[in-house]
């Protein structure tokens, strides 16, 4: 397992990783996630999840939570222009969470293999667990 | 030419509103697109709203039927944060309200899995054994569906007298042994109709990445239980049941056998039970400043939650991931090369609840 720690910090350009009681947690606002992605995969880790945080500079980060046996990491990375890469396409596991997280928080995966919203329904907003968009939409339905 | 059928979101086969597309060759399924969002309740926005101790209420009703392991998941991950010490008696009423969740949950679905089947002798069964694990849980906490036993810290109610329980889970274990094991196991009506059906081989359950029942019965040795061990599940010792013949009767024999050890576990609870108090005497309603992830063995599977706080007494960000969210997509590996008649029961042998998948 050392040896995937030692790749994940050469990728994540981070020396010292978090150890805390929930796992490992990295920080790296520039990451190649499809590397990650293969890395992961060959260590047969499982995506656990992907968690949307709206940032205020209207940014979004997004932590990928792997979980393997007994073994559990965080990175936490930062979209750009609103943008990151799909790891859809090597792992599947990442095609709902990918279309869950555009829908909320209207972060745009490039290059997912199937961009339909998933829980959107027709008459909301991309995005619309945005504090911006909670709060217009909020207004519109007052002002009815 | 192959056709499209349409199933769903409202259709007999299904317990709960999602959207199967099924494109059939004759009677074989060539391929399949499944749709979820029809029930979503925006959760995650709303638990941004209240307080700590009013959202593990509203977290409790994410699922109708694993209503507790969500509110401890996210006392779990809020007590991570506020580094909150849970006393060891609270930890043991945790396990063995979690494994009764569990008994019921995986009871229900004998059930349905049975009347799915056509065999609803078997059915009335086990419904009837369901009551009375219903039973014990009212018994304990007063209700019969969203229990409210977790606080941040321990629990809310006390049990009191661990004989009376004890007496009916043993009536329980007699008949899983006497009646339903040897049905699931060796009646032909079930073998027939559940073997080499819906197969999701080891590579599909790993690549899907999917969680519980049905990853164990695909030779993946994933349970929460035994990997992150929480609650008393380290001092109680704990068996993951495992199976590799990827198809329906793999997930039906798993799960039944899993009823055994839940049942071994709330024995061993309950006749261990440490005393002392079920919470601290006091609790902050403010959390400090930080974020922390847990998880938790549901019935279904894996539950993971991400909770952030920012200081205050209301969350800042909280992720609900539930494992049928993670299962439900795997349908689209069972289905091809099956039969359109063997549809409902694939579907149900996953266990789908898109209550929980929506939010």
Redesign the interface.
Known sequence: MEELINQLIVLTKQKNPQE????IWFEAPKIDLEALAQLMLLN?F????M???ERDDGETDV?Y?F?G??M?I?IRTTTLQQKLPSIANI???A??IEREIRD?YAVHFEGHPDPR?????KEMPEGF?RKGV?ESLTKEQEAK | MPYKLPLGPLHPAFEEPYKVTLSCKGEVIEDCQVE??FV?R?I??LTQRRNYIRDLVLVEHVCGICSNVHASTFAMAVE?IASIEVPARALYIRTIVAELERLHSHLLWAGIGSEDIGYHSMFMEIYYLRERVMDILEAISGNRVNYGMITLGGVTRDITDPKSILAVVSEVHAVLEKVVIPIFTKDRTIIDRTKGIGILTRADA????TVGPLARASGV??DIRE??PYAAYAELGFKPVMLDSCDVAARIVVRALEMLESVRLIEEALKNLPAGSIRPSEVPLEIPKGE????SEAPRG?V?Y?V?SDGSDTPA?V?I?TPS??NI?SIRAMVKGQYLADLPLIQASIDPCCSCT?R
């Open positions: 805390r009681i929930d796992g047969q499982r995506l656990t999840t968690t949307g945080i932590i939570h979980n046996i007994k559990a965080n792992l599947p596991s095609n709902w909320l919203p998933l829980v959107r329904p667990f909670v | 979820v969002g979503m925006s995650e926005l991570k790993l690549s899907y990445g040795p994933e990997n992150f922390a992830t847990a998880r894996e993971f991400y952030a960000r992720k991931r969210f993670v997509p929506d």
